[in-house]
């Protein structure tokens, strides 16, 4: 999990440079508020199935331990207290417990279609969604095991990114409109008890690009040249709120969440830390002595 830092980068690079504060989340679901936020956090290379965990909590990182997974999953998704594993190319997969900083397997899968484009877990909840076919499976992720629950055939198609908050799953389309004035739709609705419900969507968005989500917020993460433009909003009960810039930073490989914190990373093993809680932004700093090239980093919520 551990090595020396590959590359240092100057702090002002990595840093989000902010703009006015965020406008604070309303309250999530009362699972949510009943159920303790997951601090976990899942490093994990596909070639050699090296993975190592750690918490992630109010900005604080703590290594918790090394393990070997087998080798070429494709996707992530981790709960409140769970993680799943997917291989999109064989229907591979497995679960397992996943808190304070360790996972122990408990499911392993050798039948789950193959070919979903993205899988996102919400605090009870996971989605499959393939975005050529516009098809989607919900279930349960509790207490280390998936339960499918519902099939969807009717999901808009060339949704390009979903994130979930503890009860809220958000989705954007890719880049739309014209190259001065890039745009994507939003949609959103209720993760939860297994099951997806719509709640509402929004056309012709500003370009939002890649989404991360904590237990209450999303942070959108556009490309614009060299550096990433950051949008952030609420996203409980289903509802997104408005989408606002807060600030802008370099350009990153992999961002992984926990309930309030956020992983910046670099293929080179550049890591910056942040917290995301209660609609609300803050840098923290650099984490030096993180292994280079992670596939996956994936955190609870």
Same mark, same amino acid.
């Given at each position: ?5 590959? *590359? ?18 309303? *309250? *999530? ?11 976990? +956090? ?35 998704? *981790? ?19 996943? =808190? ?13 279609? =193959? ?22 499976? =919900? ?52 993760? =939860? ?79 910056? +830390? ?28």
């Amino acid at each position: 999990m551990k090595k020396s830092l590959v *590359a240092a980068v100057a702090t002002s690079a990595l840093a989000v440079l902010l703009a006015a504060p965020a406008t604070p989340a309303t *309250a *999530a679901s009362q699972y949510c508020d009943d159920t303790t936020p997951n601090t976990s +956090i899942l490093f994990y290379n596909k070639d050699t199935g090296v993975a190592g965990t750690a918490t992630l909590s109010a900005g604080s990182y703590h290594y918790t331990g090394a393990l070997t997974l087998p080798t070429h999953y494709t996707h992530a998704a *981790a709960s409140r207290d769970s993680l799943l594993l997917y291989n999109a190319d064989t229907g591979a997969g497995e679960t397992g417990t996943f =808190t304070a900083g360790r996972y122990t397997r408990v499911q392993s899968f050798t039948d789950f279609s =193959t070919k979903w484009s993205l899988v996102e877990a919400s605090g009870d909840s996971v989605l499959f969604y393939n975005s050529g076919t516009g098809r989607g499976i =919900t279930g349960t992720l509790k207490n280390g095991r998936y339960q499918q629950v519902r099939r969807y055939d009717d999901f808009s198609t060339g949704w390009a990114f979903i994130a979930a908050s503890c009860d809220t799953a958000v989705a954007t389309t890719a880049r739309r409109g014209s190259v001065e004035f890039p745009e994507s739709n939003l949609g959103y609705g209720t993760l =939860t008890g297994g099951v997806y419900t719509n709640v509402g969507n929004r056309d012709r968005e500003a370009f939002l690009g890649t989404l991360v989500a904590t237990e209450d917020s999303v942070l959108a993460l556009s490309r614009n040249g060299s550096e990433l433009r950051y949008r952030l909003a609420s996203a409980t009960n289903g509802k997104v709120g408005e989408f606002r810039e807060i600030g802008t930073s370099g350009v990153w490989d992999t961002v992984g969440r926990t309930a309030d914190s956020l992983f910046f990373y670099k293929n080179d093993g550049t890591a910056w +830390i942040s917290k995301l809680s209660g609609g609300d932004y803050a840098n923290v700093g650099p984490l030096k002595d993180v292994s280079s090239g992670w596939s996956i980093i994936e955190g609870g919520v």
